[in-house]
């Protein structure tokens, strides 16, 4: 069964740095997948911040988090790291990771941002910032 397992739950600074991971277990490999990050914070809808094209290596950032927010491989082929920089109070939420198989939806713009086009989700982790 293809899963996704996001962790990195943490309480941090404003200003400070986080690194969040989605794994996907059971012999699964990111391999042809697009992965995307997304958050929702309390009383707000849910906001797409990247997509990343594992394969081919496309990435696209929300101007929320571009220059801030950096997503690249793991050290294995079943997960990918969200390395987040220069936490604002607004970046607080529930992080999701999603992934989907890569198809002709996925065009490298911020239309991969969209939450309907990810079929597999993960259970979500917390990040809070707070002085």
């Known amino acids: 069964q293809f899963r996704l397992v996001e962790s990195g739950e943490d309480l941090v600074q404003p200003g400070g740095s986080l690194r969040l991971s989605c794994e996907v277990p059971g012999g699964f490999t990111f391999d042809y997948y697009v992965i995307g990050w997304f958050r929702q914070a309390p009383g707000k809808e849910r906001e797409g911040i990247i997509s990343?094209?594992?394969?081919?290596?496309?990435?696209v950032y929300a101007d929320s988090v571009k220059g801030r927010f950096t997503v690249s491989k793991g050290d294995a082929r079943n997960s990918v790291y969200l390395q987040m920089n220069s936490l604002k109070p607004e970046d607080a939420g529930v992080y999701y990771c999603?992934?989907?198989?890569?198809?002709?939806?996925?065009?490298?713009?911020?239309?991969?941002?969209?939450?309907?086009?990810?079929?597999?989700w993960g259970q979500g982790t917390q990040v809070s910032v707070s002085s």
């Open positions: 999603a992934a989907n198989r890569n198809n002709d939806y996925f065009h490298g713009g911020p239309e991969s941002l969209r939450a309907s086009l990810y079929e597999y």
């Open positions: 990343f094209n594992y394969s081919h290596g496309t990435k």
